[in-house]
């Protein structure tokens, strides 16, 4: 709960910033459109520095790591409270993307290497709130803060948890660190860093004007060509930075193929979900951020039924039938129209918020399922990284889709450009059951039960007295 809360920090202040970006750019004397450049600037700091995390756990332990983590991401936001120009705004949620970027995977090495295997569902289900949770209150929370107080207690707030953090991350979390760690690959990182933040920059803003299309697909293009790079590098390098043999694990490769699709579909719905509320259906920021927070009831109501339905049934029944169940919910969406009864639309949202969190609770299982424990901090970053990326293609696909059917019809904004663009993500998340269908029948039979002669996580250093 721990690595939860401190997670949770870090997902709703990717969200909760969207709704104020124009109190702010009055606030600062800028245009809201230059403002768009406080979010790029935090996902360029994540696509910079996530591979790195799980070398720089292992050489210096992740409760560490995971402190230092906290207390950057922490000062950031208190700089960026205390912003007074768009420079200076930037720079500071570079660094908190900094902060970030060693947070997410760090807390959940942590608990990889924390919870045996037997409990890691268990522990999964809790660590999925937070990313659901997250963009779902954070646009009502921002609107709320921004209207009736101001914008900077939007970072402020943050003080306080992270303190709270540190101190908990003290308390109560062991330091886990690798005895033989392996040489920094410096190419890797140089390459790895330019390639997915050029990649990830040309898809944020693709389809969201700032600039040409031809340039937003330009510098993805750049990016992907750099990534191709870095295959060739890995494939010659003893210790990649991020390890393609990974890959070779089925469940593994199942999990990141798989799952990345079907992020697409999530990472569209907090874009597209609110605009369509707001833009078509009239609501202010409040009232939209009110009825899309339903969806995070359904993935609390799942955390308690997680571990026995994938007991039950098994992890690749549950993933094929699910993802097809959790595409036809994001489908749904682009069926709704003013005239829908506010009843029947909260019911649909908070079933859909069920079933997306038991997907992503059973795909951040099955990743670690077959991992070595030597392997895990490589594993980690590998799936942060495709999370990223798969989030950024969603979001990009959602706004290019309602971008290019709105130039079709001479720039007027249509309620069904919006139900189009639901229907190409949530097609691509269900193909994610095609991935799944690879899965042997009996995956993940190490995260059911206890295993006999299982070895028990260490530490480097005991928790303090009193640690649960």
């Not at 993307?97 to 919870?115: F, N």
């Not at 997250?134 to 101001?150: E, H, K, S």
């Not at 309620?415 to 229907?423: I, N, R, V, Y």
């Amino acid at each position: 709960m721990i690595v939860a809360c401190a997670l949770f920090m870090e997902n709703l202040d990717g969200t909760v910033i969207s709704t104020s970006l124009p109190a702010i750019a009055l606030d600062l004397h800028e245009d809201p459109i230059a403002l768009k450049l406080a979010l790029t600037s935090y996902l360029l700091s994540l696509a910079v520095f996530i591979p790195a995390s799980g070398w720089v756990a292992d050489k210096f332990g992740t409760r560490t790591v995971f402190r230092v983590a906290i207390a950057v991401f922490t000062l950031g936001s208190i700089l960026c409270g205390l912003s007074n120009s768009l420079l200076g705004f930037v720079l500071a949620r570079i660094v908190q993307g900094t902060g970030g970027a060693m947070m997410v995977p760090v807390g959940r090495l942590l608990l990889l290497r924390s919870v045996e295997r037997h409990n890691l569902v268990r522990a999964m289900a809790y660590l999925t709130l937070p990313a659901l949770l997250g963009p779902m209150i954070g646009p009502p929370v921002g609107g709320f803060i921004t209207t009736y107080f101001q914008w900077r207690y939007i970072f402020w707030i943050n003080v306080p948890i992270g303190v709270l953090g540190i101190t908990l991350v003290t308390l109560f979390i062991q330091d886990f660190r690798e005895t033989d760690v392996r040489p920094l690959d410096i190419t890797g990182f140089f390459l790895s860093a330019v390639g997915l933040s050029c990649a990830m920059f040309g898809l944020t803003i693709l389809g969201r004007g700032f600039v040409p299309p031809w340039q937003a697909l330009a510098l993805t293009g750049f990016g992907a060509a750099v990534l191709a790079l870095y295959v060739v590098h890995a494939r010659r390098t003893v210790a990649p930075i991020i390890d393609l043999s990974l890959l070779k694990l089925t469940t593994f490769r199942v999990s990141v193929t798989g799952g990345s699709l079907f992020r697409i579909g999530i990472g569209a719905t907090p874009l597209l979900l609110p605009l369509m509320l707001q833009l078509s259906f009239g609501m202010n920021p409040l009232q939209s951020g009110l009825t899309t927070f339903v969806a995070a009831a359904g993935a609390m109501a799942m955390k308690a039924t997680a571990v026995p339905i994938l007991n039950w049934l098994g992890f690749k029944r549950v993933l094929v039938a699910n993802a097809l169940v959790g595409a036809a919910f994001i489908g749904i969406n682009g069926l709704f129209t003013p005239a829908t009864p506010s009843a029947l639309l909260l019911t649909i949202l908070l079933i859909g918020g069920y079933f997306r969190s038991l997907e992503f609770t059973g795909i951040n299982a099955i990743a670690y399922a077959d991992i070595e424990h030597d392997r895990l901090s490589r594993a980690v970053s590998f799936v942060s990284v495709a999370q990223q990326l798969s989030i950024s293609v969603g979001v990009a696909l959602g706004a290019g889709v309602v971008q290019a059917l709105r130039d079709s019809h001479g720039g007027e904004l249509r309620l069904s450009d919006f139900h189009w663009a639901f229907a190409v993500v949530a097609s691509l998340s269900a193909f994610s059951a095609l991935s799944f269908m690879k899965l042997p029948a009996n995956a993940g039979a190490s995260l059911y039960k206890r295993q006999p002669g299982a070895p028990v996580a260490t530490a480097v250093e005991d928790a303090k007295p009193g640690a649960a």
